[in-house]
């Protein structure tokens, strides 16, 4: 598996189907780490995809623990590398690609925000 993305979520709007469709075009695997939403059944039925894996947590744990879990499970299951997103993210497509060339033989590389 090239490229995983770990997506933290919280009580995600309406449209996170959408950006999770989005996320899930341009990432072989895609890990939705959420801190506790209060719809857990909305987002089970949302994350219901192929490539898709829910990792809930039952509360809301921070970020960086919801971060290091998604990316504990990215790693462990063959990834490459891992983007993180959090559940308000859309990248537009071709955006793995690109930073992917951008990063070149670096181990860190992030997009530029404009």
């Known amino acids: 598996m090239p490229i995983a993305a770990v997506i933290v979520t919280y009580n995600p709007d309406d449209k996170f189907g959408e950006r999770l469709a989005a996320i899930a075009r341009e990432c072989g ?7 506790g939403s209060t719809n857990q059944a909305a987002l089970k039925k949302i994350t219901k995809r192929p490539r898709v894996k829910l990792l809930a947590l ?5 970020i960086a623990h919801a971060q290091n879990v998604g990316l ?3 790693f462990e299951s063959g990834a490459e590398a891992v983007i993180l997103f959090d559940h308000d993210s859309a990248p537009r ?3 793995v690609s690109a930073l992917r060339s951008a990063a070149g033989t670096s181990r860190i590389a992030g997009p530029r925000i404009y």
Not at 29 to 35: E, G, I, M, T, W
Not at 58 to 62: H, L, R, S, Y
């Open 29 to 35: 695997q895609v890990y939705v780490v959420d801190n």
């Open 58 to 62: 039952g509360q809301n744990t921070g």
């Open 72 to 74: 504990s499970a990215a």
């Open 93 to 95: 497509p071709g955006f």
